[in-house]
């Protein structure tokens, strides 16, 4: 046995840190010092520099110097799948004379990774609080989640990672540790929802760790662990020490950050991210399953922030996270809302607005006509190397019967929808009020008109920006209004109408579409606590 693999006295550890970063503030000036439970970390210039604490927990081991250096390369590895540039390497740290350094000669003691510092209240918590954290952030956030979890490592089939199993003992055994410190008749309606969502959703899980949706992913996306730097947000401080925890279904994972955005009380931003999510990485599949893990995500979080003691200003509480998980189990009946109008009146403008609001999930013709073709939403489909006609009688058709399948399935899985599409004949908006109606949920058309001279000022625009799904130009447009067919009286029953050229009143929409003519009480977003 090596020096390096016997346990290290937490005391000697903790001096040894005190020292280097005496011999850091002497060449830097002052050295801040981050401390949590399982690690320091000193802010020296422009680095920081982690050492982990010398412990062994009941779901890590750093007790050794060999187990910490495993670590620490564990920890640059997967942090720079998703943070290359603040991830620089893992540094040793030698005992010299003069005690120990980064950069002396002496036999090495610890090590440590060595990061690029970031700016101030550069934090997505710290954003939020400081009212600096926006939706298109969040959607670009997104949308760089998606491609990390599109490359990363699949777990093996038969895997216990991802399994119904492992899936349903973590959720348990959460809401057992929580109610072990809050006591049991505070968690046990939780308990009997997660136990027997649990078994309703096995097949489900089993489903998705065939269909390599278990994936090596983050792990602990909550703010705190998403930072902005120059290129935008990004994740960092994955989970190195317990492989379980990291590899999850990707909706787990993208689960996490929104379910701490609803616990902050700005779902708003939450379904901006999710939303980005999806239109980039298109796994609308795993969404039957997403609210089982906002509800497990919230009591993990309720049990952190309980152990920890009293929460940061402005962050949750322990009985915020636990209310939260309450609310999720009991959503509002799913309601579908789909679009009408021709090219640049103003749809996905509308509808973005609309689910962040309304907590709702979007589909949008555009983008999902490109994904059945294999293509990303900014592709363009007449370049010559692409050579396709996506807008044909059959591709129209194809696609619209694919938005349906996956409407039926999400209203399903208890979410509301919108369907961003043309919609301009009747045929394809009868379909979706039948789909409605017997799935027995409420449904709308929201009817969007614009001017001529808008929607093709707005085309113009839009085709010079290069910046939207959407290939219409002033033919399409042309042609499409000679051939859209106007809503019938009975359809207009149940229109919401709107002239994008003015002022859209979002929460007359949304009213309107939650609450049928003739209802009473206050209209409650099916998605959004409240």
Known sequence: MTPSDHPTDPAAAAARMAALRRRLQARHGEVPLIETHISWVLLAGDHAYKLKKPVRLPFLDFSTLAQRRRCCAEELRLNRRLAPGLYLGVVPVHEGVRGPSLHGRGPVVEVAVKMRRFAPRALASERLADGRLGAAELVHFGRRLAGFHAQAAVAPAGSAWGSPGRISDDALQ????????????????LRAWL???????????????AAGRVREGHGDLHLDNVVMLADGLTAFDGLEFDPELRWIDVVNDAGFLLMDLLAHGRGDLGFAFLDGWLEAGGDHDGLDLLRFYLVYRAVVRALVTALRGRPAAGAPTADAYLALARCLTEPPAP??????????????????????QAGAIRLRSDVERKRLAGLTALADSRA?????DLYTAASTEATYAHLAARTQALLAAGWPVIVDAAFLRRSQREAFRTLAAEAGVRFAILDCQAPMAVLQQRIAERRARGNDASEADQSVLALLAAKQEPLTDHERAHAIGLRTDQTV???????????????DGAARSPALPG
């Open 384 to 388: 010559a190397a692409v050579g396709r």
């Open 335 to 356: 309601s579908l809302l789909i679009t009408h109008g021709l090219p640049a009146s103003g749809k996905s403008a509308l509808t973005q607005a609309l689910l962040q």
């Open 505 to 519: 009143d979002l929460a007359g929409v949304i009213s309107r579409w939650w609450r049928p003519a003739g209802g």
């Open 195 to 209: 136990q027997a969502q649990a078994a309703a959703l096995a097949p489900r899980w089993q489903a998705r760790q």
């Open 174 to 189: 959460a809401v057992d540790r929580l109610a072990a410190h809050i006591g049991p008749a505070a968690c046990a309606p």
